[in-house]
């Protein structure tokens, strides 16, 4: 990836790799945001098993895994890795905005009590790509009002490996 722009963060707020040495806290933050779907409502989207812990390992050993620090402390997590994306090859009801490279954004979760989560990982990963998309569950109604706020568009359906639809969304810059 190469560095286009300055990235500007909420105050306060920067994003490192994550390193093996911060697993666990990746694993935490993860399970702080399974709570916090199921509090809002989104029952099916993250299994007790999902994200496996040997998926978590293996996008913190690749460098996709990040972590969203507010001073000093970490507040949020996700993947963010370049396509193609295999479950992306395929989409219903729709189409993608174009056919050109592109970025994914997965996995993001964040600690209770923490806001403008999405606007800061957007703003950060815009600026090493033109073009991202993301999917989520239907459910998942936080997630949907920040992809709607931040400009993305709805673009289709999409099915997970187990065959499960999610709600397909893309944003070129």
Request: hydrophobic share 40%.
């Amino acid at each position: 990836m190469t560095k286009k722009k300055t990235i500007k963060l909420s105050e306060g707020r920067v994003i490192n790799k994550a390193t093996l040495g911060d697993f666990s806290i990746v694993i935490g933050i993860i399970e702080q945001g399974k709570s916090k779907m199921i509090k809002s409502g989104n029952l099916n989207q993250w299994s007790v098993n999902y994200p496996a812990l040997d998926t978590v390992k293996c996008d913190i050993l690749l460098g996709d895994c990040y972590l969203l620090f507010e001073d000093d402390k970490p507040i949020a997590t996700f993947v963010f890795k370049s396509g193609p994306e295999p479950t992306y090859l395929r989409i219903d009801n729709g189409r993608w905005l174009d056919n050109q490279s592109y970025y994914v954004i997965h996995r993001v979760a964040s600690v209770e009590g923490v806001h403008g989560v999405m606007s800061d990982i957007i703003a950060y990963c815009s600026s090493f790509t033109s073009s991202i998309r993301i999917d989520t569950h239907a459910d998942n109604r936080p997630m949907l009002a920040a992809l709607a706020r931040l400009d993305f568009s709805y673009c289709g359906i999409i099915y997970l490996e187990n065959g499960t639809s999610r709600l397909a969304y893309q944003r070129v810059f």
